[in-house]
């Protein structure tokens, strides 16, 4: 029989697409999308749907009695830049649905979870360069908190409650279909849309700051070879780093230059300048490629033809 999944925060930059690609795997009717408002008509037209607030315990178990749910993806979070302005409002919202499906784990009404954590959970006293899965872990954000105490529960379920919960480190997120909201990497997607509409860019990080990034595709690649590995080959249930490529402002804005030949870029950093410096520059995801074999496979070339082509 097929399994049933539930999709938290669906209708984010992730989660829509994620959805797509569960939906593509298992069927439209076994993939259940869920958020706290509704998605573009394409996602809503795609599949069942619920409205649903991850942090409400009774409405969640409802949901997930109602059809069944073996799998639960959360995807709903408040992300660095936003979670800056409202600490508390994060934390709750971070911390209280990661509990609410832990503990739906724990009371074995789910079999398995992913959670995504993220490049956050580093921090100004981690080495910048090739950032070890094991290293120095002292975030400077409340979402970097949020996900390092996140990861930290579960380990905890999975040791003391044996919950088969599944995770990786995402870097900056690159995508055409929903943009992002609220992150610090935000910019290297609406690049992408000013320099199809304007052919100019104020970039709110300076030059030189080069962070880990990766295209949809790969991400959501990874999201799917986590979850279907064998237990045997999960070694790591905090999260795993996971990597593909790294590049400063002033990269992304010449490999767009290559396709629009006029293309100029003007830097304001604000304060997302902050929350970008504490954070690695590239990341090891060695654990990741050996324990259930990762492989990426957009550059930034790659990365920078999809993007154009998809939006212009
Ligand atoms: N993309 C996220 C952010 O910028 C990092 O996980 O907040």
Same mark, same amino acid.
């Given at each position: 029989? @097929?399994?049933?999944?539930?999709?938290?925060?669906?209708?984010?930059?992730?989660?829509?697409?994620?959805?797509?690609?569960?939906?593509?795997? =298992? %069927?439209?009717?076994?993939?259940? &999308?869920?958020?706290? $408002?509704?998605? +573009?008509?394409?996602?809503?037209?795609?599949?069942?749907?619920?409205?649903?607030?991850?942090?409400?315990?009774?409405?969640?178990?409802?949901?997930?009695?109602?059809?069944?749910?073996?799998?639960?993806?959360?995807?709903?979070?408040?992300?660095?830049?936003? @979670?800056?302005?409202?600490?508390? $409002? @994060?934390?709750?919202?971070?911390?209280?649905?990661?509990?609410?499906?832990?503990?739906?784990?724990?009371?074995?009404?789910?079999?398995?979870?992913?959670?995504? !954590?993220? #490049?956050?959970?580093?921090?100004?006293?981690?080495?910048?360069?090739?950032?070890?899965? =094991?290293?120095?872990?002292?975030?400077?954000?409340?979402? %970097?908190?949020?996900? /390092?105490?996140?990861?930290?529960?579960?380990?905890?379920?999975?040791?003391?409650?044996?919950?088969?919960?599944? !995770?990786? $480190?995402?870097?900056?997120? #690159?995508?055409?279909?929903?943009?992002?909201?609220?992150?610090?990497?935000?910019?290297?997607?609406?690049?992408?849309?000013?320099?199809?509409?304007?052919?100019?860019?104020?970039?709110?990080?300076?030059? %030189?700051?080069?962070?880990? *990034?990766?295209?949809?595709?790969?991400?959501?690649? @990874?999201?799917? &070879?986590?979850?279907?590995?064998?237990?045997?080959?999960?070694?790591?249930?905090?999260?795993?780093?996971?990597?593909?490529?790294?590049?400063?402002?002033?990269?992304?804005?010449?490999?767009?230059?290559?396709?629009?030949?006029?293309?100029? *870029?003007?830097?304001?950093? +604000?304060?997302?300048? /902050?929350?970008? +410096?504490?954070?690695?520059? !590239?990341?090891?995801?060695?654990?990741?490629?050996?324990?259930?074999?990762? /492989?990426?496979?957009?550059?930034?070339?790659?990365?920078?033809?999809?993007?154009?082509?998809?939006?212009?």
């Amino acid at each position: 029989m @097929a399994k049933s999944i539930l999709i938290l925060g669906a209708c984010g930059q992730i989660g829509t697409e994620l959805t797509y690609a569960l939906r593509q795997k =298992h %069927g439209k009717d076994c993939v259940v &999308a869920s958020d706290i $408002r509704e998605g +573009d008509a394409t996602l809503m037209a795609s599949g069942p749907f619920e409205l649903l607030d991850a942090t409400n315990y009774s409405a969640l178990e409802d949901v997930v009695m109602h059809y069944e749910i073996e799998e639960v993806y959360l995807m709903a979070a408040m992300l660095s830049a936003t @979670a800056e302005k409202f600490p508390m $409002r @994060a934390w709750n919202l971070n911390m209280n649905s990661l509990f609410n499906v832990l503990n739906l784990a724990k009371e074995k009404k789910i079999s398995k979870i992913f959670w995504p !954590s993220s #490049i956050a959970v580093f921090g100004p006293n981690t080495p910048k360069e090739a950032t070890e899965q =094991h290293t120095i872990m002292e975030p400077s954000t409340v979402y %970097g908190i949020s996900k /390092q105490s996140g990861e930290r529960w579960c380990q905890y379920y999975y040791e003391k409650y044996g919950v088969d919960v599944r !995770s990786v $480190r995402y870097p900056g997120l #690159i995508s055409w279909k929903t943009q992002p909201g609220g992150g610090t990497t935000d910019y290297a997607v609406e690049i992408y849309h000013k320099a199809i509409e304007t052919q100019t860019y104020t970039c709110f990080l300076k030059k %030189g700051t080069t962070l880990p *990034m990766m295209f949809m595709d790969d991400a959501i690649k @990874a999201t799917l &070879a986590i979850m279907e590995a064998p237990e045997t080959q999960i070694k790591i249930r905090s999260s795993y780093n996971l990597a593909a490529i790294s590049f400063a402002p002033e990269e992304i804005a010449a490999s767009i230059a290559l396709h629009i030949t006029n293309f100029k *870029m003007k830097y304001e950093p +604000d304060f997302r300048q /902050q929350i970008a +410096d504490s954070w690695p520059s !590239s990341i090891n995801d060695d654990s990741a490629r050996k324990d259930w074999g990762w /492989q990426h496979s957009f550059d930034l070339e790659k990365t920078t033809k999809e993007m154009l082509t998809n939006l212009g």
